[in-house]
Structure formats: C-alpha cells, structure tokens
C-alpha cells in the first residue's frame, strides 16, 4: 500500500515556476514507477511525467518537454516536478500516481492545484 500527498500548488504568472511535491508512504515506495498527471477544467486527467525507481529513466508528455523536470528521492520518499515557464494553459489540478507500470496507476494522490494569476 503506498499513499502519495502532494504539495507545493498555488498562484503564478506567465513565465513563472512552481515546484511540486509528493511525499509517499508505504516501504514499497522503491518498487514504483512515480509520475504526474494533471487534469484542467472540463477535460480529462492527462499524463504529464514519469520517473523510474532509480531515477535512470524519465518519459515526458510533449507538451511540456524542456520545460518541466522530475525528479525522485528514494531516501525520502519524494517525487519533484519542477515546473519552468509557466503557461496558462497548464492550470490544472496536478496529481501524483504510482504503479508497476506507470499506466495505468495503482495509487493516487488527492491532488494540487496550479492557477495562473493574471
């Protein structure tokens, strides 16, 4: 069983940048691909990111390749995106997941939200 919390939302500008967080619980954290999706009003919930267990391999959604970077630290427990230059159309709800693979997940977080203020 592994329970994810994220953290780390909140307001930002165009160009901004934002770090969020997700702190895992559970022994087995190691044995999981961690990623992030997210989902924005009126759509559906999308993948954004994924690291494997060693942090060797990392997949990202094309439409935030050279923008965002993840990250994971097994001694912590903790998975990072890091989120560079910002755009409106990245406000969303963001979501940790864990699974064995990534897709589909076996775990879920309850979600952080990413707003644009203008």
């Known amino acids: 069983q592994v329970q994810l919390v994220e953290s780390g939302g909140g307001l930002v500008q165009a160009g901004g940048s934002l770090r969020l967080s997700c702190a895992a619980s559970?022994?087995?954290?190691?044995?999981?691909?961690m990623g992030w999706f997210r989902q924005a009003p009126g759509k559906e919930r999308e993948f954004v990111a994924a690291i494997t267990w060693s942090g060797a391999s990392t997949q990202f959604a094309d439409f935030v390749k050279d923008r965002f970077t993840i990250s994971r630290d097994n001694a912590k427990n903790t998975v990072y995106l890091q989120m560079n230059s910002l755009k409106p159309a990245d406000t969303a709800v963001y979501y940790c997941?864990?699974?064995?693979?990534?897709?589909?997940?076996?775990?879920w977080g309850q979600g952080t939200q990413v707003t644009f203020s203008s």
């Open positions: 559970g022994r087995t954290f190691r044995r999981y691909v």
């Open positions: 997941a864990a699974g064995r693979p990534i897709l589909p997940p076996d775990y």
